[in-house]
């Protein structure tokens, strides 16, 4: 039985080749969610295959002498020289060691194995030594299954370093600029090596491969690939091959963007065109952002419920801010529904009101504490209503409610969604019938940016839970195509929950009516 991934192989030009990707990727198992392990994966590489990594560098922060801008592990927070803080080598070796026997007992597909992780591996200070001890185990658990290695080769200048590399086979260097500026500019060093002294170095190795990662807008080096400097840095290196693709996971720098499948193969063209080697362009076909919200928004509901489980009335049980703002628009309702009510503090706060509300919600522990709530302190409250439900498709007839109020919800969803909701709340809303709605704007300084970037404006910082920050022009335009708008600003909201104390978001507040 063949494990390796199903590749696509298409000839382009010359010797220019497409490897495409056909089979689902299971995020979750690369290095930015793994940064904390030894081994991670196995991965579904282009290049490789199932490759399990190998991270010398578990921890928080990426150890590295380069700062990329485009790194999937993010910025370098730790200056070379610093060594005092490296795991030591018998944690590492067990760390090893335990995973293998465990994949050994799971019969886990494995392809290649390859150093790369958290960090430049060579920088690791006993990294001969962990290969000689990989090879050991290589062989003893996985026999003839080959090594590899993603470097950026500063650190070649070693001869120990080198010698080490070249037990492995195969042996990939990162080369992204053919001037000083870009490789400054798109690498940044922190080691003061050259451009020139890493080329002078590469070329004194045999049989390595070399990885350029294209960025063709905002920050991009582009044109000094499809240049002379690059292509004369290529013929004195002399690598069996140039891996060009495209940034398909979450970089360090939100000023990166994803680069079109036509722009590496016109750099793949233009490298075959000058110079005799052989080019692969490596497209991916489910990129981050494709999955991103597919896989991350399950974990952060199971995030949710957790905090449930374990804070229990997490924002306290006093009402949010926007459903006291928004409780005079809806004066002359009868029925209201409350979206994402978790544990139905504002439920509570409208019935109380007199008014007849349902809750939904997709946590179903934040339900669950509801009802318990309700039976505990409100016995008498028989207008609350409370239902696991999701929002992008609510099981309501068209023309239920008289208003709908949805207070920090709607920016937990990506733009596709955020239609489907709004879509779904004029659907379900009565004629003339009110929507009230409180979400984070992108003019919050202390949360704004924050994370890696998802999609425009969008970011995640906790690594499952990605929010949009809107912006006032953006809210009017997306809401009057289906509403009039009754009212538009920015509010302050203070939170109790978090350590050391109160700390406030900055809200968009919109009420408006449904158009008919």
Known sequence: MNDKPKFERKMVKGRVIVVSQKEKISWENYIWNCKNKVVYGPILSRRLGKSLGINLFPSDFNVCTFDCIYCDCGSTKRSPGNTHNFVSMEKIKDKIEHSFEQHLLNRTPIDFITFAGNGEPTYYPFFPKIV????????????????????????????????????????????????????????????????KALVDR????????????????????????????????????????VHLYSIDYPPACSKVKRARISKLIELGEYIVGNINISVKVLQSRHPWQ??????????????????????????????????????????????????????????VFLAKKGLDVVGVDNAKKGIELGFQWLHEEFPNLKNVQLEVKDIRALPFENNTFDGILSSKVFHQFNKTDRKKVLNEIHRVLKPRGIVVMGTYSANDTLHFGKGRLIENNTYDKRGYRPVHFFLLDEMREFMSPLFNALSLEEIEEYEKHEKPGPHKHLLIFVAGRKKV
């Not at 370093?161 to 940044?188: C, P, Q, W, Y």
């Open 202 to 241: 590469l070329a004194d190795l045999k049989g390595i491969k070399i990885s350029s990662a294209v960025l063709c807008s905002g920050i991009k080096n582009f044109d000094s690939l499809k240049s002379s400097g690059y292509i004369e840095a290529l013929r004195k290196i002399g690598p069996l091959e």
């Open 290 to 347: 494709f999955f991103y919200w597919n896989e991350q928004k399950i974990r952060g509901v199971e995030w949710v419920n957790k905090r449930y489980e374990i804070e229990k009335f997490v924002w306290g049980k006093n009402p949010s801010l926007t459903a006291v703002k928004g409780l005079p628009h809806f004066k002359r309702c009868n029925k209201i529904l409350v979206e994402g009510c978790g544990y139905a503090r504002d439920c």
């Open 132 to 195: 000689d001890f990989v090879i050991e185990l290589r062989d003893r658990y996985f026999p003839q299954k080959p090594l590899a290695i993603f470097t950026n080769g500063t650190m070649i200048s070693d001869p120990k370093i080198v010698d080490s590399i070249l037990k492995l086979d195969e042996r990939i260097f990162k080369l992204d600029a053919g001037d000083k500026k870009t490789f400054n500019l798109i690498n940044r060093v922190n080691n003061n090596i050259s451009l």
